[in-house]
Each structure stands twice: as C-alpha cells, then as structure tokens.
C-alpha cells in the first residue's frame, strides 16, 4: 500500500470508534468520535493538496490527453534520432576508436 493511500485507512479508527461506543464511557466514545472527525479532515485537506483536484472531470482528460499527445511526439522524435545517420555515425566512430 502506498504511502498516499495508508492516509485513507479509516477503517481501524471506525472499528476503535464503534468497541467504544458499545464497550466504553461517554468521554470514550466523545474521544472516539473527536478522532474520526480529525481523521476525516485531515483526508479533507490532504485531499486539496493534491494537483488536479481543482480540475473538473473533464478538463483533467483534456490535460491527460495533452500529455500523452507530448509522449508519443517524443517518442517519435526518439525514434528518429535512434535511427538517424549522424548517431549511427557517431557510435561507429567511438567503436573504432576503442579498438
């Protein structure tokens, strides 16, 4: 599980939150319940934290669509040079100086 995602876990402080409502005092259970909700807010503003949360739906896939579009441009770019003259020209001219 990723750092990110163990923030999220709020299952163990539901389970603390409900043996204390059946198992414990009122100033438990008020314990119990101030910790649920501070978990809950700290979610809340790890949540803001993170980028493109302020992004609608859809402009998040415009931007993702941008960026994958920027990849394959580079990718192609990538290819190219791999293949040009120049590199080939220029591996074979250090290999010939090694030997």
Not at 9 to 19: F, G, S, Y
Not at 70 to 80: A, D, G, I, N
Request: hydrophobic share 35%; net charge positive; glycine share 2%.
């Amino acid at each position: 599980m990723t750092e990110l995602s163990s923030q999220f876990e709020l299952l163990p402080i539901v389970l603390e939150l409900l043996d204390s409502i059946n198992n414990k005092s009122k100033n438990d259970v008020v314990r119990s319940v101030k910790a649920f909700k501070d978990k809950i807010e700290s979610c809340q503003r790890l949540l803001k934290t993170l980028p493109g949360t302020d992004l609608s739906k859809s402009k998040q896939n415009k931007l993702l669509q941008q960026e994958l579009q920027l990849l394959e441009e580079k990718k192609k770019l990538l290819r190219k040079f791999e293949n040009s003259k120049i590199l080939h020209e220029f591996v074979t001219s250090e290999n010939d100086q090694k030997d």
